[in-house]
């Protein structure tokens, strides 16, 4: 197998599972080396009670890439992004991976467009144009929510048909692969998750995949799921290239076997009727390892 190098920017918690901390172990199982630039040192999550630590701002950013670009150790096979708090920010991540593709113009970029959720923003809404103007183009896979795709593309998501509209508008952009990780789309009770590959042909002759699976909602709120779907589409996406079908099948059932695993055992320490806190429902990744690595696949898709 040849090596794969991720450069992987998002946040890094001292305690617990989101950004970074939620998306290297999944890679480094799988064989990938992992090279984490923390764009925030939190405690923990901003959803406890309480938080501290530092932000990383631009100029910091700069000088840290600068650092591997001077050793010529800035050769990377991947660059995953997430959560990004700034404008200024993201336009350095634009400069980054524009050099990055100069090291190495195969390289594969998987952006997690993180903007908010349910129809609010929880960044600042100057990011949008940078995602959709400046790193869309330069995407192989994104994986936007439901709201997120709708800020993209432009266009109100109210049924599964105009999700694969804006999906082709969001491929029109550039992007091959589009992965909306869940939405509202389905029956109550349940997570629609949908995927669209477009391989640009010439001539127009363009050759597309699209993807539907069906997710019995978990009655919990869990966070760094978004995060750990990402890193681990990227690793599937490169195990099966071209088969989306199969990489987000294999995703989506890790997935849901380390948010069965952790929602039983947050439910053990909440004890009964109690519904369980932060610190109980941080994702058991560790203890999860061989679904990561194995998934048993529970989770099926249509496709057409
Ligand atoms: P982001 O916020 O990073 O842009 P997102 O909102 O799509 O992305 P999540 O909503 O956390 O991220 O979803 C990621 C995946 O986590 C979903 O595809 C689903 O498999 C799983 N997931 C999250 N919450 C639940 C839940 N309550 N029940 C079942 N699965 C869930
Ligand atoms: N990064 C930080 C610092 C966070 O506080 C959170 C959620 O609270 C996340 C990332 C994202 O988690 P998720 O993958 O659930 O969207
Ligand atoms: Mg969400
Ligand atoms: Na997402
Ligand atoms: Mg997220």
Request: glycine share 6%; aromatic share 8%; proline share 4%.
């Amino acid at each position: 197998m040849s090596d794969f190098r991720v450069l992987s920017i998002q946040s890094h918690v001292v305690h617990g599972y989101v950004g970074n901390k939620s998306a290297t172990f999944p890679l480094q199982v799988h064989g990938f080396e992992v090279d984490a630039i923390n764009s925030v040192q939190f405690s923990n999550h901003t959803g406890y009670g309480h938080w501290k630590g530092q932000v990383l701002n631009s100029n910091e950013l700069t000088d840290l890439y600068e650092g591997l670009k001077l050793n010529q150790i800035n050769n990377y096979t991947h660059l995953l992004t997430g959560y990004v708090g700034s404008e200024s920010f993201l336009e350095e991540v634009v400069n980054v991976l524009s050099d990055l593709k100069k090291v190495n113009p195969n390289l594969v970029f998987v952006c997690d467009p993180v903007m908010g959720d349910n129809g609010k923003f929880y960044v600042p809404e100057s990011l949008l144009p940078v995602y959709r103007d400046k790193l869309l183009p330069l995407a192989y896979i994104i994986t936007p929510n439901q709201f997120e795709a709708e800020l993209l593309s432009g266009m109100k998501i109210n049924s599964e048909q105009n999700a694969f509209e804006a999906m082709d508008i969001l491929h029109n952009k550039g992007t091959k692969c589009v992965v909306i990780t869940s939405s509202e789309l389905g029956k109550d009770n349940t997570l629609v998750a949908l995927g669209s590959f477009c391989n640009f042909g010439l001539s127009g002759n363009n050759h597309k995949l699209c993807i539907r699976m069906e997710i019995p909602k978990l009655p919990a709120v869990f966070t760094g799921t978004g995060d750990l779907f990402a890193s681990l589409l990227l690793v599937w996406m490169q195990k099966h290239p071209n088969d989306l079908k199969l990489a987000c099948e294999k995703t989506m059932s890790a997935v849901q076997a380390v948010l069965k695993r952790t929602l039983q055992e947050a439910q053990e320490l909440a004890g009964p009727d109690n519904k369980p806190n932060s610190a109980q429902i941080e994702l058991r990744l560790i203890k999860s390892m061989n679904d990561l690595l194995n998934p048993q696949e529970i989770m099926k898709s249509g496709s057409e």
